[in-house]
């Protein structure tokens, strides 16, 4: 017979990673928008400022997306108050969300997407950009922007059916266009997964830390 001890707690499956680069330049990878994703992200940007940074890189390659409310509430974290999306349904009622409260952060900021960075990833870097707040780097984004409902039939079988779509702050379409960086980079054809890239590979990392040196990094969001 063993006896074990065993603490009940949440597990965070997908938690943001951070790492200090050159140039007091803080980066965070968010692999998904879950619950509480959010609030990690503040704990975690607060943790970078004390280690000096004064410049972030948001990585979201490779994110598919998650809870829209979690990547609302780090937009509302970057932004003054203003438009972070709006949501428009078949009678075309539209349906605007705005950010709240004045920034938490004001630091300058670079987000970094791919093909596989999804719907939640999507908003949050359309937020971002066309609010002139961060430039986005990389390569154009998958464009998933709708909202899909499911409805219960009397026999136990559900009906999923679109109800809503997406819209950015300067009222374009997400869904089958996605979001065009403001600087296109590639990565190197000797990448042979996207999901797998060597620091030394990495040509759109490298491109983020480049823009942040420059003095005039904020010429670069407009």
């Given at each position: 017979k063993i006896e074990l001890e065993i603490k009940r707690e949440k597990i965070n499956t997908n938690p943001i990673t951070i790492e200090m680069l050159e140039n007091n330049i803080g980066y965070l990878k968010i692999p998904s928008f879950d619950e509480d994703t959010a609030n990690d992200f503040k704990e975690k940007i607060e943790e970078l400022q004390k280690k000096g940074a004064k410049k972030i890189i948001i990585d979201l390659r490779n994110n598919g997306g998650g809870i829209v409310n979690?990547?609302?509430?780090?937009?509302?974290?970057l932004l003054e108050k203003g438009q972070t999306i709006s949501t428009v349904d078949n009678n075309n009622k539209r349906e605007v969300t705005y950010s709240k409260n004045k920034p938490e952060f004001t630091m300058p900021v670079v987000v970094i997407t791919n093909e596989?960075?999804?719907s939640a990833?999507?908003?949050l870097a359309c937020s971002l950009q066309d609010n002139e707040r961060a430039k986005i780097i990389g390569t154009k984004t998958y464009g998933k922007g709708i909202i899909q409902?499911?409805?219960s039939l009397a026999d136990g079988s559900g009906l999923k059916i679109t109800t809503e779509e997406y819209y950015t702050p300067k009222g374009t379409t997400?869904?089958?266009?996605?979001i065009t960086p403001n600087e296109e980079v590639k990565l190197p054809d000797t990448v042979k997964s996207v999901y797998s890239v060597t620091?030394?590979?990495d040509t759109q990392l490298q491109?983020?830390?480049e823009i942040l040196g420059e003095e005039n990094w904020h010429e670069f969001t407009k």
């Open positions: 979690e990547a609302t509430d780090i937009a509302d974290m596989n960075s999804a990833s999507e908003i409902t499911l409805l997400i869904h089958k266009v996605g620091r030394e590979e491109k983020a830390i």
